[in-house]
């Protein structure tokens, strides 16, 4: 069983998309938190996808905690962490990844579509619903198993093969910056607060959103 996990505000441009592409993945449940969305996000959720299994909570200043939160609700066995914002391309692999005995994680290369750039994506997307399993930090998160970070780049995975796996035949596709540049200006002003708290993202224009 495969639960897929994310953790959303005020998403309204891509909850749909995001969702009506999850509907066509070997996924058995889709739990979503929301942090407190001011738009459409919650009532888009209800009337169209009544299969999600939706939480409100308070978007906290540490993303983990937040994305922790939202593991501790799923019932797969393995979980697929995405942002509303991006979709997967390659999904019905997911099933033939987790036969994989002993692996608990995997990474995948990610697509800005609009952004002109293809690379490693800085997260464990696919992993083992255990409870040593969990992100850390503040931003920028991570997922940790006991007191070892677990790596996503396959060029700094030594050491981590034997439980780790790279599979480049799954893409996570990251549409952000095909959006209208009034909502990456709305995206720039919700992330400035959390240079506020010191968690760590430093957003002072749309610019400051883009891939490098």
């Known amino acids: ?9 005020d998403e309204e441009y891509w909850i ?19 942090g407190g969305s001011r738009d459409a996000t919650v009532q888009i959720i209800r009337d169209e996808y009544p299969e999600v299994v939706l939480y409100e909570r308070p978007m906290p200043v540490s993303f983990s905690e937040q994305r922790n939160f939202a593991k501790s609700k799923a019932r797969g066995e393995w979980i697929l962490s995405l942002d509303a914002d991006e979709t997967l391309r ?6 033939m990844l987790i036969e994989q005995s002993g692996i608990i994680g995997f990474s995948f290369p990610t697509d800005h579509v609009g952004g002109g750039q293809t690379d490693v994506d800085p997260h464990i997307r696919l992993f083992a619903n255990r409870p040593d399993l969990n992100w850390t930090r ?8 006991g007191d070892q970070v677990l790596v996503s780049h396959p060029a700094h995975m030594e050491g981590q093969r034997e439980f780790l796996r790279w599979c480049p035949e799954v893409t996570v596709v990251h549409w952000a ?9 709305q995206k720039a002003e ?8 010191g968690a760590g993202i430093q957003v002072n224009s749309v610019e400051d959103l883009l891939p490098r």
């Not at 066509?24 to 929301?34: A, F, G, H, N, S």
């Not at 910056?177 to 200006?185: C, G, N, Q, S």
């Open 90 to 95: 390659g999904a019905d692999l997911l099933p």
């Open 177 to 185: 910056y095909t959006a209208p540049p009034e909502h990456l200006r």
């Open 1 to 9: 069983m495969i639960s897929t996990a994310l953790i959303v505000l």
């Open 138 to 145: 503040e931003v920028h998160e991570y997922l940790t198993w």
């Open 16 to 34: 749909r998309q995001c969702l009506d592409r999850v509907r066509t993945y070997p996924v058995d449940e889709v739990i979503i938190v929301d």
């Open 190 to 197: 919700r992330y400035k607060k959390y240079n506020q708290f």
